[in-house]
């Protein structure tokens, strides 16, 4: 099945069509349809499956770009998701020109309050932040019309379940709601009740383990692990591969022990800081790390399609996290394999996960492992499987360009003066000018159908509102 087939919105065919887009996954032909009427949906699907783009496509195509107000609202459990769905909103989004906000903690709420200020069609962010802002009366809520929650299942088990029924309960009625989830918890059941009722519940196949993720076990003595897993790397030579640890300060010993041996090493846990975290997922997401050695913060919601190998250096100690983890691989019907180290302490664990998931690790023999030769030859056999990957934006750089203009709220610029300066260069039109973000001391504005290069040699020509400004090629494109 066809986008077209359910969308009419050629700006959206277009983005789809970039970012090759071009068939819908199960879930998405179950979703669209059913989203588009609108109606409240509760989706219950495995991970990677196309969950994301099931619920944003019809929200994007009955957006009305001239409502200044967020029409939609997406709560998720974690920073790093809300940044990931801002991502693929203003991906799909590009050529609709949908602004989206993400209202995260450990961001300065004076910057997310000034983007809320101007033009927004969607805000995502995490539940905490997003009661604040609504606390302080930050977000207009007169047009919103949609409300998603996104891995409702993980927002109830970190605690969240009351600060989103606060939330729930503060918007206005009557909103479409969809609530996604891996599985429908008790807490979830109850969300559903209470705020989506009357809902249709869509449910795709959750088997990982039909062929699709091939899953063995080591079974080796605790110590063993650190040496045991650097020779596994070795022999299971892999372009990415994320290793999991259930503790930071495992974490934090693994990273010490591997990274005399790979540069290519990344780290992700809850102690480090918001940029730190951003910048080592965003290292491995784009193939400048091979490995990322990671706590469960990255076992829900991060699209890393590139990942084919997952390791569990511990067994986790939740069965769903085991789940989750395989998730990270085999993203959109592709093969990924998961492989666990079992010390003798942890084989009862072992044989409870394989009840709850109804799979069989396959005990392989530790021996041909340690026999992995480790030289120099190997290890270049390792690293020369890494592959830097272009991400989602790299699909609309042949046409866009974000040029920075020295002049925001300081001299009084608004979006309709840039937009009056762009359209007296000749040959632009109000079609070739994408996103505009007016901030207090400069301003950011997306150029379409490669007419960036000659707009940034023009407009330097002309004045915005009288001024003469300096206008360059944005660092951040």
């Known amino acids: 099945m066809k986008f077209a087939n359910y969308l009419t ?36 699907a495995k991970t990677g499956s196309g969950k994301t783009g099931a619920y944003l496509l019809p929200v994007l ?19 790093e998701l809300a940044k990931q769905v801002k991502a693929d909103v203003e991906g799909l989004g590009k050529y609709k020109r949908i602004k989206c906000v993400a209202l995260i903690g450990k961001e300065p ?32 809520l007169h047009a919103l019309r949609d409300v998603i929650l996104d891995e409702a299942d993980e927002m109830c088990r970190m605690g969240f379940f009351d600060t989103v029924t606060t939330i729930l309960s503060q918007l206005p009625k009557p909103n479409h709601t969809c609530l996604c989830s891996a599985t429908l918890s008790e807490d979830v059941e109850r969300l559903c009740q209470q705020y989506a009722s009357p ?10 383990w039909k062929g699709q993720i091939q899953s063995k076990a080591y ?9 045991f897993l650097w020779r596994l790397l070795l022999h299971e030579a892999d372009a990415a591969t994320i290793i999991f640890c259930n503790t ?20 992700l846990h809850g102690a480090l800081d918001q940029q730190a975290r951003e910048q080592e997922l965003d290292r491995f997401r784009y193939g400048k790390t091979q490995v990322l050695i990671a706590s469960d913060i990255a076992a829900r919601g991060l699209d890393l399609p590139q990942v084919k190998t997952i390791i569990n250096y511990d067994l986790p100690n939740e069965n769903e996290r085991f789940i ?54 190997t290890r270049c056999q390792l690293y020369g499987k890494r592959k830097e990957q272009a991400g989602k934006t790299a699909a609309f750089r042949d046409d866009t360009l974000r040029l920075y203009i020295h002049g925001g709220k300081n001299k009084k610029i608004r979006a309709k003066d840039i937009v009056g300066a762009l359209c007296q260069i000749d040959g632009v039109s109000f079609d070739d000018i994408g996103v505009i973000q007016i901030q207090d001391w400069g301003s950011y504005v997306e150029i379409y159908h490669d007419k960036g290069h000659e707009v940034v040699e023009k407009l330097n020509q002309v004045t915005i509102k009288n001024y003469h400004l300096k206008v360059e090629i944005s660092k951040k494109q």
């Open 324 to 377: 989750h983890r395989a998730g990270r691989s085999a993203r959109y019907l592709h093969e990924g394999r998961v492989i666990s180290l079992i010390a003798p302490a942890e084989k009862q664990r072992k044989a409870e996960l394989e009840a709850y998931c109804q799979c069989a690790m396959a005990v392989a023999d530790p021996d041909v492992i340690r026999s992995q030769i480790d030289n120099e030859y």
């Open 109 to 140: 709420m004076a910057f997310q309050i000034q983007d809320m200020k101007q033009k927004c069609h969607v805000a995502v962010g995490t539940p905490g932040r997003i009661l604040e802002h609504l606390h302080l009366g930050n977000i207009a």
């Open 248 to 267: 930071r300060n495992t974490c934090e010993q693994l990273y010490r022990y591997l990274q005399v041996r790979i540069e290519a090493l990344s780290l």
């Open 219 to 227: 079974l080796i003595q605790e110590a063993e692990k650190p040496d």
């Open 9 to 44: 919105e050629e700006s959206l065919l277009k983005a789809l069509d970039k970012m090759q887009w071009h068939d819908l996954t199960p879930v998405q032909e179950q979703v669209i349809p059913r989203w588009m009427k609108p109606m409240n949906i509760v989706v219950q």
């Open 61 to 79: 195509e009955r957006i009305n770009w001239e409502e200044n107000a967020p029409q939609c609202l997406i709560l998720v459990p974690t920073r």
């Open 199 to 208: 809902y249709e519940k869509v449910i795709v196949d959750q088997d990982l």
